[in-house]
């Protein structure tokens, strides 16, 4: 068994280069938030209030890193290779991305009550965002050179949030054990 996830798994270095573009998005994004609303939170938390507010988020985005990557690279071992595994680092990649771009939307567009036709319109339009551009960078080389090595100098976000993520988890823990 452990052959058959060997064959079947994405290379290590195009999963951190995926992890990479999702670590930037996903803690960007509640940074963002935390921002938005921070002087709302100064003026109703005092400071250790605060950073532990800042702490449970940055958790939140760990575990959420965590478990869409696992999901990913999941299916890349379920799904066959021409679909996910082979070119791992631009296809999971742009995935987040396309997620990324419709959850944006989602959440300043939706109702409470959305039809089904407009959320059907919108995994279309997921799988679109998700197609046009991994096709151009698979039959692009020069496209996918650039590409891999603008996700290559990503990689600096990950050693930045990844770590502040495991500190706030860690935080996070310790005030639910205390």
Known sequence: MPEFLKRRSPAKNEIFLALSV??????????????FNAPAFFLSYTL??????TAYM??????ETSLMILVVVILALLLPGIVLRDGFAYKAAFLF???AIISIFLQFNMTNQPRIN??????????VLWLVPVMLVHF??????????????LTIFSYIYLP?????????????LW
């Open 48 to 53: 250790g209030e605060f950073l532990a507010i």
């Open 118 to 127: 407009f959320l059907v319109t919108q995994l279309i339009l997921i799988l």
């Open 164 to 176: 502040l993520g495991v500190f706030s988890l860690f935080v996070v823990i310790v005030r639910l």
């Open 97 to 99: 991305i396309a997620i």
């Open 22 to 35: 999702l670590t930037l998005l996903v803690f960007s994004w509640e940074l963002r938030s935390l921002f």
């Open 58 to 63: 940055l958790a939140v985005a760990l575990i």
């Open 140 to 153: 692009i080389a020069p496209l996918r050179k650039f590409i891999l090595d603008l996700f290559d100098r």
